[in-house]
């Protein structure tokens, strides 16, 4: 199963950004983990639509300007489990 057949972010996005995953099929459950440069963890809320196609990530505070995102969809569908993995750089601050 290809898990996300479209992950929503602009390779140059702003900070305020949400992040969406759409899968190819209906999921039992999904989700969406961010990660900064180091690894470390963005806190946020997660929504999927019903049946669960998209899923929607948004941070509970805003992302650094001009840093590098990791993003990994997840959710397993009746057959199996599938993910994928994506990035996205915020816009750099405004000199």
């Known amino acids: 199963m290809d898990a996300a057949r479209h992950c929503r972010t602009q390779p140059e996005s702003p900070s305020n950004t949400t992040v969406t995953a759409t ?3 209906p999921v039992k459950s999904a989700n969406v983990t961010l ?3 180091t690894g470390r963890a963005v806190r946020g809320s997660v929504m ?3 049946p669960c196609t998209t899923v929607t990530v948004t941070p ?3 992302l ?3 840093t590098t995102y990791s993003a990994k969809a997840t959710g397993p569908n009746a ?3 599938g993910s994928t993995t994506w990035t996205f750089t915020t816009n ?3 000199t």
């Open 64 to 66: 650094k300007k001009g």
């Open 48 to 50: 999927c639509n019903s």
């Open 60 to 62: 509970s505070t805003r």
């Open 35 to 37: 990660a900064d440069s």
């Open 79 to 81: 057959a199996s489990q």
């Open 92 to 94: 750099k601050p405004v």
């Open 23 to 25: 899968f190819d099929a």
